[in-house]
């Protein structure tokens, strides 16, 4: 099933989409089988926490959807619009699980650090030497941050990028749901804590990120600004996606394809992950974790940012495509490519 949060105009609904592309309004749907309000179906948080009989049930209104709960998506039209799935989840961590990018990201950075400095020489070296290894660290653990939760946007919103910074990126991610609460989690358990899956754009401006990643303690600002964390435009349940390691993963900037990955190229999966967080510590329902960049799949690592009005589409099958155009009047037209 494929399950959206939406707003026509009176606040955030929970909804799942139909085969003919309309929402399914479910507490309106459960309101015409039973007669009053289910809390269950106020919010996409309370349907995970509800569990399998909850989901059954919705699967149900959908399939038998009345007239009341019937609601059309019309291109152009502004109501209804999708949210971010879940609009604040209750905790947002986002991994490094693909090498290639970990590689190439670290390769650009020096590559970027050696032209602002001017120095030829050390140019010419590091791009003889190519992509490094990663660190230590990361071949030992699922490496992770903490995002901002409260930063989160849905597709087809425009994302204002900070005054703060000049260099505009997106980051194509897979992400979970966390659906069952648990600790201790054996990885061989893990896959049954998750809910569903969702496409994730870790937003970045590479500037900001970079003068603070000299501390120890990661990502602030460079993450940290209003709508950088954009999920969406739904979220699959678990039972539906199929193998999410042979999942196409795609980019395009204006129409031109920037990333053609695969989520199968993952190192760290989403059970070792779950496995690792929940040593000694209790995960929730309605958690999030992102999988990190797919090899290719942000700027960085094609030496490209992104212009004032440009169009970012990231294309998941089968959850769909997340779409966002980001807007910084502030900023003069970039050469694009570094």
């Not at 494929?2 to 009176?10: A, E, I, P, Q, Y």
């Not at 969406?232 to 394809?257: F, H, K, Q, S, W």
């Not at 070792?272 to 290719?296: C, K, Q, W």
């Not at 094609?302 to 009047?329: C, K, T």
Request: proline fraction near 8%; charge should be negative; glycine fraction near 10%.
């Amino acid at each position: 099933m494929k399950l959206v949060t939406f707003d026509s105009g009176t606040g955030p609904l929970l909804g799942a989409l139909a085969a003919d592309g309309s929402i399914c309004d479910l507490a309106a749907a459960h309101r015409a089988r039973f007669g009053g309000n289910s809390p269950v179906y106020a919010s996409m948080q309370n349907l995970i926490e509800a569990g399998p009989p909850a989901l059954d049930l919705a699967r149900e209104l959908v399939e038998s959807m009345p007239a009341a709960a019937h609601i059309e998506i019309s291109p152009g039209k502004a109501q209804p619009h999708l949210l971010a799935p879940l609009p604040v989840p209750m905790q947002l961590r986002d991994f490094m699980g693909f090498e290639t990018h970990v590689r190439q990201a670290g390769h650009s950075v020096m590559r970027l650090q050696a032209k602002a400095r001017g120095d030829t020489e050390a140019l010419a070296e590091i791009e003889r030497a190519g992509p490094p290894k990663p660190m230590d660290a990361w071949f030992r653990q699922p490496l992770y941050y903490k995002c901002n939760r409260f930063a989160m946007a849905g597709t087809d919103t425009d994302l204002h990028w900070p005054a703060y910074s000049s260099l505009m990126d997106f980051e194509l991610e897979l992400a979970v749901v966390i659906g069952r609460q648990g600790r201790d989690i054996p990885k061989a358990e893990a896959g049954k804590y998750i809910f569903g899956y969702t496409i994730y754009n870790d937003f970045s401006a590479r500037d900001a990120q970079a003068a603070e990643m000299g501390g120890p303690l990661g990502p602030a600002k460079g993450k940290d600004f209003d709508g950088a964390n954009v999920m969406g435009p739904c979220i699959v349940t678990a039972d539906e996606i199929g193998d999410p390691y042979n999942l196409p993963m795609r980019a395009r900037v204006n129409g031109e394809t920037w990333t053609d990955g695969n989520s199968g190229s993952i190192h760290w999966t989403f059970e070792d992950m779950i496995a690792h967080v929940s040593r000694g510590e209790t995960l929730y329902p309605g958690e999030i974790f992102g999988s990190g960049t797919v090899g290719n799949g942000c700027g960085l690592e094609h030496m490209r940012f992104l212009d004032h009005g440009d169009l970012v589409e990231l294309e998941i099958p089968p959850i769909g495509v997340l779409r966002n155009r980001v807007l910084a009047p502030h900023l003069p037209k970039s050469e694009k490519k570094l």
